[in-house]
């Protein structure tokens, strides 16, 4: 897992990007009275042509031209005359480069200078000049890198910095000791000293690549560059110059800080253009969110500046109204006003191969879960999910039964004097009768299948559902749904809630969405948003989906994919980013009553028709998006909850990321923790102390660091029928640009087209989609990755003959990987060293100290690791262990999820209750299969079994695995010449160049 530092200066920068982004809403347009905003003095009518947002430290933007939104850190202005951002106080959007990520209860301490650790499982220590260590009986050694298993006690002094991470309780800054208990795992970095008394093994490898073992009573090491330790039990941090808090719960605290103090916090984008070009008394709906739970006294307040009546929650601390600009201004101006947002219309994020990809079906029949589940097998039963969407056919035959409260809301805004709490009507049959979505994502969780005779039943057949009808999803509509569930949810068991939608806007802390899910969050339910279908270029995810608090789940195909819809975050960013990513292409499920297709024709002709027979049509229909695969991690929650009720939000996000199949090569703003595995996440939620994953605190070990470089900017002016070209240098070691452009104002007529050629003048990416209005609707995105160097070019174009000239503004972002000091990088081919960074960044493999040493012989402990981490194998753990010498939980985890892959078993030369042997060598024939199986690739080797082989040594492998090593080769996994050398040990290079031509094949 990459770990981002969170340092307040990353803090200070992410303000100020986001004062570039508030500014940046200035773009192309007519402006009128203008319109200020300063922190907590609220919103000034200045009589200026433009909008101005400042905080402590200001934001001013003047003779802006209108609205703008786009670019990989969020909004970057266009169309302004003048335009000075120096940082916002208490303006939250997007942005968070540069944070550090080590776990949802994690902690960063640096400057320590002693640390003493208890009962670690395991230490793994890479020392770039070599490590020294000293065995109880006085001899020296000198190793490349040390594993140490099982030690009981561990001693670091002088340790420059210290990163521990999956640790409890971390509140203390600045304090000269501090216990820690239960951490999953500690990085010590510089450390001058260390030394490790108790281990039950220790192994070291020489620069030779011999690997020896050490006397295990204890254990003194200096030159240390790293060490790294999982699953200690018991820590003690002294002398401590600071512990930062990281993690979840890090980032909130950051994003609301100050979300208690008096005064305006934030404004709404759009209605702050809104009232900029209002010159009349026209009313504007708007949500008004307090500090606090709006008193009598708030309210009538509110009547005094002249506001008639309106909507208020029963637990939400907002007020939805509908007032003149002039009227807003002022109750922007009160000390409890916390934020302004203007009422909006929301978009909609929009079977048994679903179940297979992520483990569905293994964890309905688990032996070890049904045992600890009254040997029952989970269905999602005593759970009730709620779905907040365009309502619910509960007539549906697969849902018969289920829909336990199905809830039309309805507004009383305007429907006179006074404020009134919403209507809403709770027991009807259909509240889906136009789109069909809902149903949908309905079954996706927790349809029988009845109609299918099971086929097409969701992840949580046993589930409860409540339905909660937002009709055409304006923003009341969505706030009436939530606050139905905090007032309501705990007497219906709610523990989930679906919410397949997004908004075209910005994310922000202070936005009343983000605030409701935080308060469900606090009372235990767990909060499920869509990543959106805005990809596939950086900062495209649904604004909703931001907040940490929530699980954001982004789409794929059954075959691990991921969607060209699937919106993205940021490269190298903690705060944006999907949790995980599940199935969401041609998905089946419910058919509502009088709905043809939640897609249209065209989702009829292209899904329904395909996949469905003549008998499932009236019931079931086909679609894609994003909205179905975030229903698919509500069902699993669902599960989980089952399997243990007492798992809080913070459980059960830390769980779905933990057991996550890691999809290496896409990063994880694209993917997040990887593929959701549903066996092994009911697994974990079944006996917490299996620590499935637990190897995900120690995947870092310091051999990469992600960057952004700043961004570059252009701009340009396009006429109907014309374009604009300009060209980019990219630097060599890019290994993905980010290219975007936008323009306004979002009523424009235009509609431009993208296109990027390389140096050769190939066209790599283009975007040229449908460009509707909203926020951030005027823009083209594309991203190309591993671009390679040189003079590219990008082309905007105005293809339509109609429309008007047409001003844009561009960015493009470089991302990097710093692989450090590979010191034998330079003997490398070209290909295999991009082969072996490849791996790098993706963790599959780890540097030996400062190198890769690609002649070494992999350990078939090694090689199991890189099929896991590389190889896209499920993770699993049971409860006790299949091999005789395969004991600790970092070997075993890699070792038990091969053997039980989906696939087959990875390795056949060995037997469950035998020896495993991690630490001999892996054959290449041992090596063939295992690639192979691990690739999806068994049916085509079994089918060529007995085949003869054209290598002079082919008779000696045996007839039923010809088949594998036919197939290995002939995909590339391994080379061959006239012999193929089977029992002969696979190397680091073969190993490093067949896993990234799996990762590349996987994503093809």
């Known amino acids: 897992m990459l770990k981002l530092r969170f340092h307040q200066s990353a803090i200070s920068n992410w303000r100020r990007l986001v004062a570039v982004a508030l500014v940046g809403l200035l773009a192309t347009g007519p402006a009128f009275a203008g319109i200020k905003v300063i922190g907590s003095n609220g919103i000034t009518a200045t009589g200026a042509d433009g909008v101005q947002f400042s905080g402590v430290t200001g934001i001013t933007a003047t003779g802006a031209d209108g609205i703008l939104t786009f670019g990989p850190n969020g909004i970057t202005a266009t169309g302004a005359d003048g335009i000075t951002a120096t940082g916002a106080d208490g303006i939250t959007a997007t942005g968070a480069d540069g944070l550090t990520y080590t776990g949802s209860n994690g902690i960063t301490a640096t400057g320590a200078d002693s640390l003493l650790i208890h009962s670690a499982d395991g230490i793994t220590a890479t020392g770039a000049d070599g490590i020294t260590a000293t065995g109880a009986d006085g ?109 979840v719960e890090a980032l909130t605290s950051i994003l609301e800080a100050g979300s208690s103090e008096a005064g305006l916090r934030s404004v709404d984008p759009e209605l702050a253009l809104l009232l900029n070009r209002l010159t009349d008394d026209s009313s504007i709906n708007a949500v008004i969110v307090y500090h606090h739970s709006p008193t009598e006294s708030d309210l009538a307040q509110l009547q005094s500046l002249g506001f008639v009546g309106g909507t208020r929650f029963r637990a ?55 045992s600890a589940n009254s040997n029952v097998g989970v269905t999602g039963r005593n759970v009730t999910v709620a779905v907040l969407d365009t309502g619910i056919d509960a007539t549906h035959p697969d849902l018969a039964g289920r829909v336990t409260r199905n809830v039309k809301l309805a507004s009383t805004l305007g429907a006179g004097p006074g404020f009134s709490y919403p209507i809403e009507s709770p027991t009807l049959p259909n509240t889906d009768l136009l789109y069909g979505h809902g149903s949908f994502v309905a079954g996706v969780i927790g349809g029988s299948g009845s109609a299918s005779n099971g086929k097409f039943s969701g992840v949580a057949p046993g589930a409860n559902l409540v339905g909660l009808s937002a009709g055409d999803l304006t923003l009341l509509y969505v706030l009436e749904g939530l606050d139905y569930l905090l007032a309501n949810g705990s007497s219906l068991n709610v523990r989930v809630v679906n919410c397949s939608f997004s908004a075209n806007t910005v994310f922000d802390a202070n936005d009343p969405v983000n605030i409701a899910t935080r308060l469900l969050t606090q009372h235990g339910v767990n909060v499920v948003f869509s990543a959106g279908n805005t990809g596939p270029g950086q900062h495209t995810l649904n604004p909703y989906a931001v907040a940490p608090w929530v699980v954001s789940v982004g789409a794929t195909d059954t075959k691990g994919r991921l969607a ?81 009720p007492n798992l809080t939000p913070a459980d059960v996000r830390d769980i779905l990321q933990r057991t996550a199949t890691p999809l290496a090569p896409y990063y994880q703003h694209e993917v997040g923790a990887g593929m959701l595995n549903v066996h092994a996440a009911v697994l974990q939620a079944s006996f917490p102390n299996r620590k499935i994953g637990a190897w995900r605190s120690i995947l870092d070990r310091g051999q990469v660091r992600f960057e952004s470089d700043p961004i570059n900017t252009f701009t340009g002016i396009v006429q109907p029928l014309g374009s604009y070209e300009t060209t980019v240098q990219i630097p060599t070691d890019a290994v993905s640009v980010s290219v975007q452009v936008g323009w306004g104002p979002f009523w424009s007529v235009n509609d431009l087209s993208l296109a990027v050629y390389d140096s050769a003048g190939n066209m790599r990416a283009q975007s040229n989609t449908v460009n509707l209005p909203g926020l951030t609707g005027k823009t083209e995105r594309v991203v190309l990755n591993m671009p390679g160097a040189g003079n590219w070019r990008i082309k905007v174009r105005n293809p339509l003959p109609i429309g008007t000239a047409q001003t844009f503004s561009g960015v493009m972002q470089v991302n990097r990987v710093d692989y450090g000091e590979i010191r034998d990088a330079a003997t490398m081919s070209s290909g295999l060293r991009n082969d072996v960074n490849q791996n790098l960044r993706s963790f599959s493999m780890a540097s030996i100290g400062s190198r890769f040493r690609p002649e070494f012989a992999v350990s078939r402990a090694d090689f199991v690791r890189a099929l896991v981490l590389g190889a896209r194998v499920p993770q699993y753990l049971p409860r006790t262990p299949s091999y005789q010498d395969v004991r600790n939980i970092g070997t075993m985890s890699y070792v038990e999820s091969a053997q039980a892959a989906p696939t087959g078993a990875l390795f056949l030369d060995v037997n469950a209750g035998g020896l495993f042997r991690p630490s001999e060598n892996v054959t290449r024939l041992v090596a063939a299969v295992a690639l192979v199986r691990a690739a999806g690739l068994r049916e085509e080797a079994e089918a060529k079994a007995n085949s003869p082989l054209a290598f002079v040594d082919g008779l000696s492998i045996p007839a039923n695995l010809r088949g594998y090593v036919s197939v290995a080769v002939s995909k590339g996994f391994l080379q061959g010449g006239s012999l193929f050398r089977p029992q002969n040990s696979l190397t680091r290079g073969e190993l490093a160049q067949a896993i990234a031509l799996i990762q590349n094949q996987a994503i093809q």
């Open 139 to 247: 001899t020296t050694y000198r190793a490349d890198a040390l594993e140490i298993r099982f030690p009981t006690g561990i001693t670091a002094t002088g340790a420059d910095g210290i990163t521990a991470t999956g640790a409890d309780g971390i509140t203390a800054t600045g304090a000269d000791s501090r216990q820690i208990a239960t951490a999953n795992g500690i990085t010590a970095t510089g450390a001058d000293g260390i030394t490790v008394t108790g281990a039950d093994g220790i192994t070291a490898t020489g620069a030779d690549g011999t690997v020896f073992s050490i006397p295990v009573q204890s254990l003194t090491l200096l030159g240390a560059d790293m060490v790294v330790v999982a699953n200690a039990a018991g820590i003690s941090l002294t002398g401590l110059d600071s512990v930062r808090e990281t993690g």
């Open 564 to 644: 060209s819809f699937s919106a993205r975050g940021d490269f190298a960013s903690a705060l944006f980013r999907p949790t995980v990513v599940a199935p969401g292409v041609n998905v089946v499920s419910l058919r509502s009553s009088g709905v043809a297709s939640v897609t249209g024709v065209e989702g009829i002709a292209n899904g329904d028709i395909q996949r469905l027979t003549s008998s499932e049509l009236p019931y079931y229909t086909t679609s894609s998006g994003t909205s179905f695969s975030a229903p698919q991690v509500a069902g699993a929650i669902a599960l989980m909850l089952e399997a243990n």
């Open 316 to 370: 939400l601390p907002m007020v939805m109204v509908s007032g003149t600009r002039d009227q807003i201004i002022a109750v922007s101006k009160l000390p409890a006003v916390r934020s302004i947002y203007g009422n909006r219309t929301l978009t909609l994020n929009s079977e048994p191969e679903v179940r297979v990809t992520t483990g569905v079906e293994r964890a309905w029949h688990d032996q070890e879960i049904t």
